[in-house]
């Protein structure tokens, strides 16, 4: 065992005791076993190697959907001596991946930090400072509309910058992650024309299986394992309903953006127009999912995830769902004196979650996204028998 071990850390340059060094030994083993091939996107991936470089353990960590399967069929998951947990090997990996490229470099150990405590402690400060503005007027009293408790013009520009920053950080550790993972210079000279024809054809594979949650349907088609080795398809539908709820609900306020500018149409809308449709029909995706997620978080297998990441997925979880239930609360308030109120609380809780997106589990879309073109491009290009990192 400990000779297997030393030739997997060897093989990839990695330092003992590290997370990659633990994927490294575990991929080795799989790599001879290949049981689970059939699983995902990672083991047909994984087969295409015969040595595992950090920035190849990066890339399968985050082809991992995490969904379980694998660690039921193993035949050697603990106890056995080899103790194979391929699921929270990657989950542990995952996190190192977005501390790693992170934008700024020196916000990486955010990540670290980005828990619970933290999200709902920067949401109360945030909705406290602005409720000691909102509630010290006039609109106090009267329960005016949302632009004369605070300027549109002041919470676009807030607002915007802060969602701004957060994509283009996002962007910018993207970058540095497909950079180390598909360096162009590596790709031979006889493969460059099969790169170029694979591109449109591999990106609309991702963007399917990105958009279909594809390897949330488990090893079998039938969905993630949770508690022990039965299938659901629940956290696929969860996740279905967080991201277009997401989704949906920045439609809504583009849609309202253009009411604002273009046509003269100022908040608040009828409940029949359609930023009110939109985005009440996301809150209602951001109730269920983040609800649905917390719930079968609390019942996962524990080697199906690193523990120590429950608090930053929990705290990015449990902002959605805060920022749809005060959503709907300010809709119900609108027309009342406890507006002003209601419509601080839900800005504090949405500029909590804007400021945090760069560092929380929002960043695994952008990852995972990175990863699955990367396979998509990667299959369309002759076997090698060395590290592929095309």
């Not at 090997?89 to 501390?99: D, E, G, I, L």
């Not at 992170?102 to 619970?116: E, F, K, T, V």
């Not at 359609?274 to 985005?279: H, K």
Request: glycine share 8%; net charge positive.
């Amino acid at each position: 065992m400990r000779e297997l071990e030393a030739l997997a850390r060897a093989a990839a340059g990695l330092a003992a005791g590290t997370a990659e060094a633990e994927a490294a030994r575990q991929l080795q083993i799989c790599n001879a076993c290949r049981y689970c091939e059939g699983f995902c996107a990672v083991f047909p991936a994984m087969t295409r190697r015969l040595a595992f470089s950090r920035a190849d353990i990066h890339y399968l960590a985050n082809l991992c959907h995490n969904c379980g399967a694998c660690l039921h069929a193993c035949q050697y998951a603990p106890p056995h001596e080899f103790a194979v947990a391929f699921p929270q090997a990657m989950a542990k990996v995952r996190v190192r991946t977005y501390q790693d490229y992170a934008w700024p470099a020196a916000c990486g150990a955010l990540y670290r930090r980005a828990g619970l405590v933290t999200a709902l402690s920067l949401a109360g400060a945030i909705a406290f400072f602005l409720a000691m503005a909102a509630t010290t007027g006039p609109q106090a009293v009267t329960g005016a509309d949302f632009y004369t408790v605070f300027p549109h013009r002041l919470l676009a520009w807030v607002f915007g910058t802060a969602f701004a920053f957060a994509l283009f950080a996002l962007s910018m550790g993207l970058r540095r992650f497909w950079r180390d993972v598909s360096p162009a210079i590596d790709v031979p000279t006889a493969d460059r024309p099969l790169l170029a024809k694979a591109r449109a054809p591999a990106t609309a594979e991702a963007a399917l299986d990105a958009a279909r949650l594809t390897y949330l349907g488990g090893g079998h088609g039938d969905g993630c394992t949770n508690a022990d080795d039965r299938y659901s398809l629940a956290r696929r539908r969860f996740h279905h309903l967080t991201f277009y709820g997401f989704v949906l609900c920045f439609a809504a306020t583009c849609v309202a953006t253009f009411d604002h500018f273009v046509l003269g149409l100022h908040a608040p809308y009828p409940l029949a127009s359609w930023p009110v449709v939109l985005g009440s029909t996301g809150g209602a995706g951001l109730l269920a999912g983040p609800a649905g997620l917390l719930w079968l978080s609390a019942r996962r297998h524990p080697l199906q995830g690193d523990p120590a990441q429950r608090p930053m997925d929990r705290g990015f979880i449990t902002l959605l769902l805060l920022a749809s239930a005060t959503g709907f609360a300010l809709l119900v308030l609108r027309q009342t004196p406890s507006m002003p109120l209601a419509l601080s609380i839900h800005l504090g809780v949405v500029m909590a979650l804007f400021v945090t997106l760069p560092w929380s589990k929002f960043a695994h879309g952008f990852y995972r996204c990175a990863a699955l073109l990367k396979h998509a491009v990667e299959k369309r290009l002759p076997v090698r028998s060395h590290s592929a990192r095309d």
